[in-house]
């Protein structure tokens, strides 16, 4: 599976912000969906993902209650809804995938598909 992010850009803290991801290739609904971020210096981390179906959600105790992950299984697309933006949100954000379930990811096991990234720079 194919994956490219969109959404990215400059934000002021406590505005919001939305990516998108399109897949190709595959059969998408066989894949949970994710996003995962890196800011500068850091490491890779998880930020929220969503089951094959979409029923179930998984987010990082950091942007629970402000970020949103969803998925449109028809358009092959998934979106995160970033709300009330921090600057401790700037980071390059990946869209990823895996045929595991999602679960799998929220406790630490990564995903094995990852697209290119888009940049979210929060302005304080």
């Known amino acids: 599976v194919q994956l490219q992010a969109s959404g990215g850009g400059l934000v002021q803290a406590g505005g919001s912000l939305r990516l998108s991801c399109t897949a190709s290739g595959g059969t998408f609904r066989t894949y949970s969906m994710g996003w995962f971020r890196q800011a500068p210096g850091k490491e890779l981390e998880f930020v929220a993902a969503v089951s094959y179906t979409g029923d179930n959600t998984y987010y990082a105790d950091s942007v629970k209650g402000r970020f949103t992950i969803s998925r449109d299984n028809a358009k092959r697309t998934v979106t995160l809804q970033m709300n009330y933006v921090e600057p401790e949100d700037t980071a390059v954000y990946y869209c990823?995938?895996?045929?595991?379930?999602?679960?799998?990811?929220?406790?630490?096991?990564?995903?094995?598909?990852r697209g290119k990234g888009t940049l979210v720079t929060v302005s304080s």
């Open positions: 990823t995938a895996d045929q595991l379930p999602a679960v799998g990811a929220a406790q630490g096991g990564g995903m094995h598909y």
